[in-house]
């Protein structure tokens, strides 16, 4: 309820100052230099130039640069970590506030009322997402970065997700819905679906909408397929996603150094392959030099 009202108060607050700024921008406008003919005492003409007021020129270049900071503050990282961050507060606040607790217990007592078979569908549906995104380059559909780029985004996202998901469930030894194990919180399927999921939202969210958001469906019903077959709880799943998430905007944030380390002299120098025929007398050969 807290995360709630602050986003609540930011929208209030945002989207008022950014129709008053696009107002301004529209009432303010260069004028042009102005300028008039006089005559003095003697009849000779004389031109006389004069500069309008300044004072709305001047308030339009604060305006410029305020309305340039409001965009860069639009596109910049933080309204996109509201989501997981508020996935995130629920998993770790359900694992104290009574009414979640109640909340995970009421939804696995009616799973178990209506739902009796379990469905395996969700040991496949976690690597859907992150099939797409090769899958959609190698037909030819490219997203913002090349292939390289991804696999290390992908790579870094899937390292971070599983390093934070085996920590929290070795040490917070929750049981799981079905009593099998203690290693609960959160959803390891959720967490590795929701990496796929975001990858596939930055890479193409301006390329194709349905594209972008068609992993977070496939990735919901993973969620929702672990909770069915009694393996987590809800809490477990919203935390699991929020995981997910962070670890991709935490691995894009990370590509330029990683490229840094693993490409060197990238930019400096184009990869080249130089293959020479080699012939001799009764020899026959062939040499081959690459520089990446």
Known sequence: ?????????????????????????NIYKTKPLQSSVSLDSTLTPKIIFSQPN?????????????????????????????????????????????????????T????????????????????VPAISVYGLNLIGIKGQHNLKDVT?????????????????????????????????????????SFVGAHILFREYIGISPYIAISGYLVSSATGTLRVL?????????????????????????????INSVLYPNAGKQKSQLAIVPSIGKNEYGMGMVYVF
Request: glycine residues 4%; neutral net charge.
């Open 229 to 257: 077959n009694k393996r987590h709880w809800v809490s477990d799943v919203a935390m699991g996603a929020g995981i997910g998430m962070l670890s991709v905007e935490a691995s894009y944030l990370l590509l330029p150094v």
């Open 152 to 192: 290390v985004i992908m790579a870094t996202s899937h390292l971070l997700m599983a390093g934070t998901v085996n920590i929290l469930k070795s040490t917070t030894n929750v049981s799981r819905p079905d009593n099998s194990a203690r290693n609960s919180f959160p959803s390891g399927h959720t967490a590795t």
């Open 54 to 106: 300044t004072e709305p020129l001047k308030y339009q270049n604060k305006i410029n640069v305020d309305f340039e900071t409001e965009q860069r503050c639009f596109k910049s990282m933080y309204p996109r970590l509201i989501i997981p961050v508020t996935f995130l507060a629920y998993g770790i606040m359900a694992q104290e506030n009574h009414l979640m607790k109640e909340l995970d217990r009421s």
């Open 108 to 127: 696995n007592h009616e799973v178990e009322e209506h739902y009796t078979h379990p469905m395996i569908y969700d040991d496949y549906l976690q690597f």
């Open 1 to 25: 309820m807290k995360t709630l009202i602050i986003i609540l108060l930011i929208l209030k607050n945002v989207i008022p100052f950014y129709a008053q700024e696009k107002r301004l921008l």
